[in-house]
């Protein structure tokens, strides 16, 4: 298989497990329920679960990478929800279509948001129940990544951060914590689940990828936000400076956020060569994440 054909198969797999291995729209509250799925099936990159396949894929083992990659997948979905939020960053599409809060309502998007957070807990504790401790540790890195000094941490920091003079210091806390803790996390629950899980070069190799892999997505993000369309990426163009967002752009201009992506990418990709073992997907997916159109 060739990169696009094994991107396309990582993100087939994940939307077909996203409709099979979940509570169903009908399930009592429906409103709830499906409103869960909305956003879970509304599509979107799946780039986190891709990241968690891939990293198992470098040195695969036996247990099944497929309900971690879920886990990531369904935290990640709840930050949008929630970050969408006319309280956060009062945004009306996402995906291609409108926003949970805009399809149902506010009460129902805050609900389904709160509602995916232990899903993806339990979804982990219940699938490694036959491994115990390799089940508390994948908990207690999502939990960890998805807490308050990591995501959510990152996630307030950035509201505060709006309409205030960008500096370097904010900025890098904003997008190491509100982005980079998931994608480097994404990452990590699969390296875990493969049979060099336990190695700790390995795993500190991939630490480093996994962070300026983030960091690196998060400035194409700010640059995509200016440089595209509102039809291209599914979102709202332009938002971040009608929010008067802290981002790379406002800080520096656009070209040395570019500049910033590639260096973060070319880190990425260094500690990636070094792991060796199946790493050619990944060496090409964190080039096509630094030239991707949405
Ligand atoms: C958007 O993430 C939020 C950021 C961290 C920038 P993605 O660009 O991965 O969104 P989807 O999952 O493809 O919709
Ligand atoms: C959001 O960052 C990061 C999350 C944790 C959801 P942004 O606010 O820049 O994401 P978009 O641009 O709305 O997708
Ligand atoms: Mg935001
Ligand atoms: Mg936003
Ligand atoms: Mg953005």
Redesign the pocket.
Known sequence: MNFSEQLKSYQDLINQRMVTDLPESGLRPSQLHSAMNYSLQ???????PVLTLAAHDLFPGELNPVPAALAV?II??Y??IH?DLPAMDDSDL??GRPACHKAYDEATAILAGDALIPLAFELLAREYRPHPQLGLDLVHMLARTAGGEKLVGGQMEDLLAEGTEPNEQTLSFVHAN??AA?IETSLLLGFRLGSMGGDEKLTQLLIEAGHALGLA??AV?DLLDVTSTTEAL??DACHDEDRNKMTWVALAGIDRARELASQHTERALAAFRKMGGGNEFLLRLAEHMLVRE?
């Open positions: 509304a599509g979107g990159k799946r780039l986190r997948e990640h979905t930050s949008l970050d996402r995906r509100k982005t998931m997505f998060q993000d599914g979102k949405k």
